[in-house]
């Protein structure tokens, strides 16, 4: 497996995202977002920087709220996102928005 499809792997084992998850965000068809996951294919071009930026959002968020919830919260309509869902957000190149709304939150978690 190379670096991108161990990101996959890692948000589909701590984040419990699913293939289709990753598919949304990623742009993908659900049976690419499973070779990724099964380290059949590697994403490449845009696909590639959807997933790295769902990755880097994971990762912020697993030290925010539980790893467990991590996936709901990225189905949910937010609405300081303007009841947008991050996953729909991320998968329309939007990812600055959801980054932002984060790093509200990770402001808020240090006081």
């Given at each position: 497996?190379?670096?991108?499809?161990?990101?996959?792997?890692?948000?589909?084992?701590?984040?419990?995202?699913?293939?289709a998850d990753i598919a949304r965000a990623t742009g993908v068809a659900?049976?690419?977002?499973?070779?990724?996951?099964?380290?059949?294919?590697?994403?490449?071009?845009?696909?590639?920087?959807?997933l790295i930026e769902l990755s880097a959002l994971v990762e912020r968020?697993?030290?925010?709220?539980?790893?467990?919830?991590?996936?709901?919260?990225?189905?949910?309509?937010?609405?300081?996102?303007?009841?947008?869902?991050?996953?729909?957000?991320?998968?329309?190149?939007?990812?600055?928005?959801?980054?932002?709304?984060?790093?509200?939150?990770?402001?808020?978690?240090?006081?």
């Amino acid at each position: 497996m190379n670096a991108l499809t161990l990101e996959a792997a890692h948000m589909s084992g701590v984040a419990k995202l699913s293939d289709a998850d990753i598919a949304r965000a990623t742009g993908v068809a659900r049976s690419s977002a499973r070779a990724w996951l099964n380290g059949t294919r590697t994403p490449t071009g845009e696909r590639a920087e959807r997933l790295i930026e769902l990755s880097a959002l994971v990762e912020r968020l697993e030290r925010l709220i539980e790893p467990d919830y991590i996936a709901i919260w990225l189905r949910k309509p937010v609405p300081a996102l303007g009841d947008e869902k991050p996953l729909d957000l991320i998968g329309r190149g939007e990812y600055r928005r959801v980054a932002g709304l984060i790093s509200g939150l990770e402001g808020t978690s240090a006081s």
